[in-house]
């Protein structure tokens, strides 16, 4: 009766239809399949968990601190809110990273994905921007220093430095006014292009399905397969409910820590470092010289990281050789490359003594 | 699901037939649902009842101590955040406030109407009417806080 | 105050004649010492030339006075004219004559008032009441220390400048110039450990490493200008100036009068002088390293007293740091405890106030200050196990949820077998 009621206004059945006919190859790469729905749960965790601490927060510099401190201690399971906000945003970014990796080494880019992998990659950066404007919004000390070096960066872009550091600090330091703005980012404006994006991510990896690897698909004959309704889902939400369990257990036994309250006068800390991933970012710059070809190295350093970021973004249209079906060794050493240039830089900013 | 027990004398497969039956898999899913659906919604709804706290403290806090129960030379101990604070009210019917915490050695200070001064009574330390240290061990002056009223209530603020 | 010597008088009425435009002459007219500038910055003996080139950061420059101000002579006369005697020129004042040069203004309270009116002008007073006075007065021992000796000429700045020498950081090293010298000290058959016994203590601690600069410095006990050892009887008072409340216990229990009756110095004779230690609960009762046992024996009342005092404290500590320990386990572990803790600062009050009520050697006293510590503590540790009681209720919580997690995944795997042996 409902159903009918509803399927004649909704059209749920076309939208069955859609999910039953989808179907999930099965090869030994199948596993990678799994992270992006990783990632959309995490995601909806934030979603709830963070208009959950809107109740609460407040964005001003009086009032930012005391704030999450009512809500560690005052609010009841406050401090379960937070701590998973805070920890799920971290393994958000860690499996979105997996899976911007696999797709990148399985190259699912390939015709007619190329979409698919443009919106993703915005979506990666948004969530970059996610966690950057979150970082500052407890306005404790290690994230306000955080912060002002972070977009101290931003301020050395030759021409347009000056003035976009100010527009996005709001003014010439980090303030008050960063701390509302970098808000109304985190809670409005990336939310938006988020939900945007992401629709049309999943409508299209509903609309092409999974891509098979090229070695199978090369191979001509059907590859063996699963149906996405049930079959995929119901793993989908094994790893879901893993996730949960990772999670609760985290926020009960490392609740995030508050630290101490941001002073703006107050000498900056011994050792300031961005969140684990913007940590290779950092550390480059740290390795570049003052001067590369009279341009200054951090400049040089910027303009590497903005084209690196355009390459990969347009990439399903330079690998002309997997759009042919064909393999393409190139930007899988690519791939790999990137990983490895990664993970060492990572490793040195975290073990590099922070007074060298 | 039960091709199995059509091969009789198979005892284990069918015990793991039994197992998947659509019963109790069905109960086992639904149970653990309903329990999940609870767990997260207890919290949640935990969440949003109002704490007994109120709000959140902040950089200000209003005083349980109304203006009229601060009689003229006289003091009362408050909490300001986590620690404490003293409320004065000179004389001359100013009101004063101050951090609590002796800068000598952490002990609370009390207001002394005989002198008209904050004192520590550990070490005898004695704070003036601005919280200089004025006497005895203390070697910083007592922090100072903001007193605003508003109608007969006392708010303190940090800073100004 | 200098009346009595008749020469001494007359001295200071020919400098003041000799000498009249130094003190009324006002900041205004003479800002430069074109001769004696232009001489002696320019000599190639330091010893010489030195003086005028540091004189400009002297308060006395800053403040418009000018070599003749203490050196007298005609700075408006060219070559050694200038230092003429018979224009009044002194060379370099020192021993007796340094008091009256610098007493002239420094003693005058109508000349003082119009730079300084805070500043006390009693301190040549003071200095002819000091040992150093003494010796120099009446002895004639030139040796000892006089104004210049501590506030080092040409380069004088007010006590709060850190560079001063007589700011509080560097009073032990500026009496120690002399005082930690074995050769000068000989004569005067003085100790001179003090300065190295000083900075072992507390004081020096407070005032060198935390920056507490009320901390006392050799000045604070001896007195400045009237330097003197403070005598038995005077200990109490010196140390009471700051450790008012545990003076006066002191003063009011019977160990007043048996150091008194001994000649034993009252504070000093447990907490030593120049290497004051923190007063630890470690200085009391029977123990080694504990004072009491210097006189007291377990078997008589003073014995009894010590290791009862001893007790109660220790036992206050106890419950005190196991309350706060319970609190801090719980704050480390993400609870709210603010209020808990604001609630022991309370039993921090009596440990204070238990420690000062020692000084009464009254154990009825201690015990009462205790007890009241004890209770504060007792309801710090009820709420720390409150505490963590709730924390146990999240590891529970996190168990039961996990199991139920644990029970869907299960649930789950199950009907994917079920649904993928159908099809």
Known sequence: ?356 | MADGLTQPGQSRRRFVDWLLSRTLTTWLLSTSVGGLVLSVLYPAGRYLVPPAAGESATAAVTLSIKTEDLAPNSGQIFKFGNRPGIVVRTASGDLRAFSATCTHLGCIVQYRSDVSHIWCACHNGHFDLNGLNIQGPPPRPLEAFTVNVRGDEIVVSKGA | MRGSVADRCFTVYALAALLPMAPHAGRAQETQDPSCVACHGSLPDDRLATPAKLFPTDIHAQRGFTCVACHGGDASAAGFEAMDPARGFLGRPRGRMLLDVCGRCHSSAEFMRRYNPALRVDQVTEYRSSVHGQRLLQHGDTLVATCSSCHRPHQMRPPSDPQSSVHPVNVAATCGACHADADRMRPYGLPTDQLETYQRSVHWRMLSEEGDLSAPVCNDCHGNHGAAPPGVSWVGNVCGQCHTTMAEKFRDSRHAQTFAMLGVPGCAACHGNHDIQDATVSLLGLDSGAVCANCHAATDGGGLIATGMRGLIDSLETRFDSARHQLERAERAGMEVSRALFQLEGAQNARIAARTAVHSFDLIAVRREVETGLAVSDSGLAAGRRVLKELNFRRTGLAVSVTIIVALIAGVLLKIRQIERRG
């Not at chain 1, 179907?23 to 934030?46: A, C, D």
């Not at chain 1, 010289?289 to 590497?304: K, Q, R």
Request: aromatic share 14%; proline share 6%; glycine share 8%.
């Open chain 1, 1 to 356: 009766m409902l159903w009918s009621w509803l399927d004649d206004r909704l059209g749920l059945a076309e939208l069955g239809k859609l999910a039953v006919k989808k179907r999930v190859p099965v090869h030994r790469h199948t596993v990678w399949y799994y992270l992006g729905g990783m990632t959309l749960f995490l995601f909806m965790v934030q979603v709830t968990t963070g208009v959950l601490l809107l109740f609460y927060y407040r964005p001003t510099a009086e009032d930012a601190y005391e704030s999450i401190q009512f809500i560690m201690a005052e609010v009841q399971f406050g401090w379960l809110v937070r701590s998973i906000h805070a920890w799920s945003a971290n393994l958000m970014i860690f499996t979105l990273f997996l899976h911007f990796l696999s797709v990148l080494l399985l190259k699912a880019y390939r015709p007619p994905r190329e979409l698919t992998w443009v919106s993703g990659f915005v979506l990666l950066a948004v969530a970059l921007g996610f966690g950057f404007t979150g970082y500052l919004l407890p306005w404790n000390e290690l994230a306000y220093f955080a912060t002002r070096v972070g977009t101290e960066i931003v301020g050395v872009v030759p021409a347009v430095g000056e003035f976009s550091l100010r527009v996005l600090r709001g003014g010439e330091d980090v303030s008050g006014a960063t701390l509302t703005r970098f808000y109304a980012i985190h809670v409005a404006v990336l939310p938006a292009i988020a939900v945007g994006l992401l629709g049309m991510h999943l409508f299209l990896v509903q609309r092409h399905g999974m891509s098979a690897p090229l070695e199978q698909e090369s191979r001509g004959d059907a590859p063996p397969s699963m149906p996405f309704f049930p079959n995929f889902l119901l793993r989908d939400l094994v790893g879901w409910l893993v996730a949960l369990a990772v999670l609760a257990s985290l926020a009960a036994f490392f609740p995030t820590e508050l630290g101490t309250k941001a002073d703006p006068f107050a000498p900056a800390p011994v050792g300031i470092k961005p969140e684990w991933y913007f940590m290779f970012m950092f550390q480059t710059l740290k390795y570049l010289p003052a001067h590369i070809l009279f341009i200054e190295g951090e400049v040089v350093g910027i303009l590497a990281f903005t084209v690196g970021g355009l390459l990969l973004l347009v990439i399903p249209f330079l690998d002309r050789r997997a759009a042919r079906g064909q393999r393409s060794p190139l930007f899988t050493w690519l791939g790999i490359g990137l990983i490895v240039y990664a993970v060492v830089l990572t490793y040195l900013g975290y073990t590099m003594s922070p007074t060298q």
